[in-house]
């Protein structure tokens, strides 16, 4: 099999196996959008929160809008407690038309973990396995309506697979990811993601592929008898294409969710595609960088607003600009921006 090969999760069929993580402060629609754009088969949302979710937060229903050009689309909650996750999931099938839930069990930031959700889990698989079942239940007990991508209210027809994201466990000397897959899978999970870093890692060291190859292996002996394979996806220190081939090649990993690499480099999509299908990709000149910076922020200040789109697009063209000429100086402006036309000015030149 070719290493850019479709995918299926379930009833979910994907066209391809390179996909955009979900990336707090990234992952909204706009750069969705711009990452499908640039070839990302599927994506993700930025995390969203189950106790917010069901407190009726309208900045959290935000989150979950799917890109006009996203044919598919998941929706990443996170929450600490099953009654509330499955609450919130009723909530996710309600008001939106994703295709998929993906339940985050890898967010290592201590505000996330003291709710007993992200990488907490994997310091307890038995509650894992609670969040999971929860979910799945919630979406197989659905009987309401649901959202259509027209915007119409219809009919709920079929069940939405779900999702476990997690890491290889709470730290070195408890390396949990073999019990948190086998909670995922006897709980319903129909696909399993794996950050290759402990928590108490964050995002420091390197993420060890060695332990996701095992994973594969594990998953694979596991649901050999399934009516349907369960796939695995990898994350972590994919930054290139030439990242992403060897990944593919040293893991036997299904997909590879692109998160940092594609900060500012929506292009990664389009560069890994090619090499992974003709060995050859092609440098994106600045022009091209920056053309992509402008509409995806015409896409925030349309989400937005103005004021508040420029000042998320600071950092963002920031990670545009990497690896350009005069780039440090540029940055330097960038961070000041105030408006879109400020942002014509300081980058006409490029």
């Not at 697979?161 to 997690?166: A, E, G, I």
Request: with cysteine; glycine share 8%; net charge neutral.
């Amino acid at each position: 099999m070719s290493l850019y090969h479709p995918v299926q999760i379930a009833s979910l069929k994907l066209d391809g196996n390179l996909f955009l993580a979900p990336v707090a402060g990234y992952s909204d629609r706009a750069f969705r959008s711009i990452c499908r754009e640039c070839g990302a088969n599927f994506a993700y949302t930025e995390m969203v929160s189950a106790e917010a979710l069901t407190r009726g937060s309208g900045k959290t229903e935000e989150l979950m809008r799917r890109a006009p050009n996203e044919e598919q689309y998941a929706i990443q909650i996170f929450g600490g407690k099953p009654e509330t996750m499955a609450d919130a999931t009723r909530l996710v099938l309600e008001k939106t038309s994703c295709e998929c839930i993906d339940i985050n069990g890898g967010c290592p930031v201590p505000k996330i973990i003291k709710t007993n959700a992200g990488s907490a889990l994997t310091r307890d698989p038995e509650h894992l396995y609670r969040i999971v079942s929860a979910v799945v239940k919630a979406i197989k007990d659905y009987d309401g309506k649901r959202i259509n991508r027209a915007g119409e209210v219809v009919p709920y027809e079929k069940e939405i697979p779900v999702t476990v994201k997690f890491r290889l466990g709470w730290d070195s000397e408890h390396i949990t990811w073999k019990e948190c897959a086998e909670a995922a899978l006897k709980a319903g999970a129909s696909a399993l993601t794996m950050h290759g870093r402990t928590r108490a890692q964050g995002y420091e060291g390197k993420a060890d592929w060695h332990a996701l190859s095992e994973l594969v292996a594990f998953v694979r002996e596991k649901t050999a008898d399934a009516p349907q394979k369960i796939p695995v996806f990898g994350s972590g220190d994919a930054f290139t294409p030439e990242d992403a081939k060897r990944m593919l090649e040293e893991t036997g990993c299904d997909a590879v969710m692109f998160a940092r690499g594609a900060m500012g480099n929506p292009f990664l999509f389009t560069q890994t595609h090619d090499f992974l299908t003709t060995g050859q990709m092609h440098d994106i000149d600045a022009g091209t960088r920056i053309e992509a910076g402008f509409r995806e922020l015409d896409l925030l200040v349309a989400d937005r607003g103005e004021k508040s789109a420029c000042l998320e697009m600071r950092k963002r063209f920031c990670a545009y600009s990497k690896g350009l000429n005069g780039g440090g100086a540029l940055r330097k402006l960038l961070v000041q921006a105030e408006s879109v036309a400020q942002f014509k000015e300081i980058l006409a030149g490029f």
